[in-house]
């Protein structure tokens, strides 16, 4: 989440030049020094590869059996043998970006009146506040989910919306159990608002001093300064930090598998149960039957991965190239 | 999994279940958090010392960026891989095997603070010491090092909050043990794994155990993280 860093602390410079040196001159404790530390720093590199290698591997069969319509058929049937992973796929970018929805409006809210508007005494708890909210557990969250928010969202806001406006508006039709992707989006949204309001406080308070002084010389009122000057400013990094919250939310398992209803068809309503990919996972892992199911089971670990990657990927590189252009 | 044991007084079923469970958990839930530690121990400061020493250097930042790659990995992938690697060689399901796939998870997460809080060393320390004579793995191992040392533990024991909370890799690698136990050969138990076996129960007692062991498992991780960060103070943290 870092951007990549400038030269900093005790061991740039002289550093760096001493390293390089290293393995033609100089001493030679230097030298395994050195050597010893670029080692120890590959580890993490072959490990990743190694994870790759060894999931690619046991996912090869049902990748042989099944090749591209397993990304687009969305039959999943294990006694038979045929599997499709549309379903989960759906159903992980449906309930993720559901989430992000949901907590971006809030999230940067956070941030904009942590950073603009709160005097200190309330700033230092409400943020103190947030940081805990990060630190718990996801089967925490998602005990929390079964147990309060499901029952909740069914009485308050399920039947309610499915009786009245359940015949026109598609979204809300269907019965409703409560557990469904509307469950999943929304515990996923309370898991990500404290990160991306983090992310996006860091990014709101390096918008220099220059700009919102600037603003304000030239007559702009305070919600003028934030919201022309300010906000335009961060949006690359903020879009960033959300980017980053979705890449959490793709990769969550637990809280979701608890209240997303496990069902592997594509949702026809916000009310309707789905499955993701985290889900089978989580769930039909340890029951897998047949050699095929199990690398069916491998390959959408290997989707989860790619995809994964990708958006946190992104993510970064936009945080790094605001921060990048913030130092200038 | 049996239901709790028929026969006995309904306080002292409840009682009982209640001790039992919490004592196991909470114990096990701390072997298991150490054996991670243990296991990257020697590379906890390595790597961190190689992303900080190595800045601007190609293979670092490349180093760097997989390193942030590798946090972003869904933890129940890593426990899939380490079951792929560990269990399946070993043909049962072990402790060790738990304790792998949260070590792998700690791994980049430990990388990243150690860089950072090396990095809040004043270049001042290190080329005074360069200037009395030290050479370049003695500044860093006997002057830079100390210097980060609480900065470092500090991170090391956010990590280790984070992923004592962990579900996922542990599924398939520790799997559940209802018994107390302390060899690293077999299963074994854990706070958030029995959370989300005891939620996803139809008894309405293993119900109420899940919120108990929230709590416990919740006081832990908070106490950890509280006390992390306002225990250990360093002194270049706050410029």
Known sequence: MQPVPEEAGALAGPGRAALAAAPGRGNLADRVYGAALVAMGLVIPLLLGFILLRVGISAWPAVREFGGGFLTSTEWNPVEGRFGALPFVFGTLASSLLAVLIAVPLAVGLALFLTELAPRWIAAPVAFGTELLAAIPSVVYGLWGIFVLVPWLRAWVQEPLANTLGDSVGLFRGPAYGVSILAGGVILAIMIVPFISAVSREVLSAVPRVQREGALALGATRWEMTWQVVLPYAVPGIIGAVILGLGRALGETMAVTMVIGNRPDIPTSLFSPGYTMASVLANEFSEASSDLYLAALMEISLILFGITVVVNTCARFLVWRVARRAGR | ?239
Do not use: C
């Not at chain 2, 430990?110 to 370049?136: D, I």
């Not at chain 2, 959370?195 to 919120?211: D, K």
């Open chain 2, 1 to 239: 999994m049996s239901a709790p044991a028929q026969g006995l007084a309904w306080r002292d079923r409840r009682r009982r279940a209640v001790n039992g469970t919490m004592l196991t958990l909470t114990g096990v839930a701390a072997l298991l958090t150490v054996v991670p530690l243990v296991l990257i121990l020697y590379h906890l400061l390595t790597a961190g010392l190689y992303l900080a020493e190595a800045q601007g250097s190609r293979l670092a930042n490349a180093v760097r960026f997989l390193t942030d790659v590798m946090n972003g990995i869904p933890s129940i992938v890593i426990g899939i891989f380490v079951w792929a690697w560990v269990v399946v060689s070993m043909g049962h399901f072990s402790a060790l095997a738990g304790g792998l796939a949260l070590a792998i998870m700690l791994l980049p997460m430990v990388t990243r603070t150690t860089e950072e809080m090396v990095r809040l060393v004043p270049r001042e320390m290190s080329e005074g010491a360069l200037a009395l004579g030290f050479t370049r793995w003695r500044t860093t191992l006997g002057v830079v090092l100390p210097a980060a040392r609480s900065g470092i533990l500090t991170g090391v024991l956010v990590s280790l909050a984070r992923i004592a909370g962990e579900t996922a890799p542990l599924l398939f690698t520790a799997f559940v043990n209802p018994y107390w136990g302390w060899r690293l050969n077999e299963p074994i138990a854990a706070l958030p794994v029995q959370i989300f076996q005891y939620a996803t129960s139809p008894f309405e007692e293993w119900h109420r155990l899940a919120w108990a062991a929230a709590l416990v498992l919740i006081g832990l991780v908070l106490a950890v993280s509280l006390a992390a960060r306002f225990l250990i103070r360093s002194p270049f943290k706050d410029r």
